[in-house]
């Protein structure tokens, strides 16, 4: 059974850095496309941004520039970098991926981690 767990999440002050995790466990051959959402406080969950299965990126322009998505095919483990946080940021941060068992393509959810920025 698939399982996608999403790590990394905590406090941080306001310019701070962290790197979140999106680890897969289960018999999986690869991670292809990598999206990443967050859900703030009392809102709707937002697209954050996605990488594609041959490596490009797009991102919310509320983060563009100052976050990346990653992707280590070896671990089969996905990243979302992110740089100068603001308080707005704060939110709880979801992965999606589409991830290969053989020829088959499954799409799968994490349970979430809460990053909390400080001002």
């Known amino acids: 059974q698939v399982q996608l767990a999403e790590s990394g999440g905590g406090l941080v002050q306001a310019g701070g850095s962290l790197r979140l995790s999106c680890a897969s466990s289960?018999?999986?051959?690869?991670?292809?496309?990598v999206t990443w959402y967050r859900q703030p406080p009392g809102k709707q969950r937002e697209w954050v941004g996605i990488?594609?299965?041959?490596?490009?990126?797009k991102f919310a322009d509320s983060v563009k520039g100052r976050f990346t998505i990653s992707r280590d095919n070896a671990k089969i483990t996905a990243y979302l970098q992110m740089n100068n946080l603001k308080p707005e940021d704060t939110a709880v941060y979801f992965c999606?991926?589409?991830?290969?068992?053989?020829?088959?393509?499954?799409?799968?959810w994490g349970q979430g981690t809460q990053v909390t920025v400080s001002s």
């Open positions: 999606n991926a589409d991830i290969y068992q053989g020829e088959y393509r499954g799409n799968y």
């Open positions: 990488l594609t299965a041959v490596g490009g990126t």
């Open positions: 289960g018999r999986i051959d690869s991670i292809a496309t």
